[in-house]
């Protein structure tokens, strides 16, 4: 157990009581994906806390889902709800791998190494009554090419004026929530607008989300599945959809966000 996490938890035992349950996509990550679990498991062990890690395999083919059933065999806190054979799109593994999460609170993160939950110990280690609903990452130097970066600045730009959230960068993967808050939501998106999707339908539920900053690492292996152009196209189609589905629940013609 790290310094850090021994003092914090020394000063909230309660932390203790607190369950964590870690909900990340996963496709086509073998280089990494070991790396990335072992290192998810050392961490939660150290804090010292009950917890979770829920993997969704999103049809991944090159070996990935080998893999996980290793980790899943070793580990008893580690499991793959996937459906191996389809490819469904990151949105949709995610919110599986979320239904099937029993924790407290929910982290969010990418399988491919660019985030770390080391960023969220002190967080963990604080949380008491007075918590914040949830917890939205935004990343300090996002490791990625000048039109990755200068989309994300436009989407945030985007969304401030579409739906008068301003938070930092709505997009970033790495996050932490309410179970029974985010499992209430209706996600819609497949793809890579889901981190916004929920940032919007928490604001628009009047949930309390503080923000923290995150290291955002290059990666050490594989690529990235994100086109830009298309990913950019189907981003602004769901923006609008989603504006148009707020418009209509506030004017209480649909019950559900």
């Given at each position: 157990m790290s310094p850090v996490t021994e003092n914090a938890s020394a000063q909230n035992p309660a932390v203790n009581a607190i369950r964590i349950s870690v909900a990340s996509p996963v496709y086509n990550e073998a280089e990494t994906i070991e790396k990335t679990v072992r290192g998810w498991v050392r961490f939660l062990d150290a804090l010292d806390v009950p917890s979770e890690i829920i993997l969704c395999n999103d049809g991944s083919r090159d070996g990935t889902g080998d893999i996980l059933a290793r980790l899943s065999a070793e580990f008893p806190n580690v499991r793959d709800v996937g459906e191996p054979d389809i490819n469904r799109g990151y949105g949709y593994a995610i919110s599986l791998a979320i239904r099937e999460c029993r924790g407290d609170y929910i982290i969010t993160i990418d399988s491919d190494g660019q985030f770390q939950l080391e960023d969220l110990a002190e967080i963990i280690n604080s949380l008491g009554d007075g918590a914040p609903d949830g917890f939205a990452g935004y990343r300090v130097r996002k490791q990625d090419s000048f039109l990755r970066v200068a989309a994300d600045r436009c989407l945030n730009l985007i969304v401030r004026m579409l739906f008068f959230v301003s938070m930092r960068d709505t997009n970033c993967a790495l996050k932490m929530i309410r179970r029974e808050l985010l499992q209430k939501l209706r996600l819609e998106s497949n793809g890579y607008p889901f981190p916004t999707e929920v940032c919007i339908k928490l604001h628009?539920?009047?949930?309390?989300?503080?923000?923290?900053?995150?290291?955002?690492?290059?990666?050490?292996?594989?690529?990235?599945?994100?086109?830009?152009?298309?990913?950019?196209?189907?981003?602004?189609?769901?923006?609008?959809?989603?504006?148009?589905?707020?418009?209509?629940?506030?004017?209480?013609?649909?019950?559900?966000?």
């Open positions: 628009a539920l009047g949930a309390q989300l503080a923000e923290f900053p995150v290291h955002h690492l290059e990666r050490s292996g594989g690529q990235s599945k994100l086109k830009l152009w298309r990913t950019g196209f189907h981003m602004l189609w769901f923006l609008v959809y989603l504006r148009m589905r707020l418009w209509v629940w506030r004017r209480k013609l649909i019950r559900e966000l």
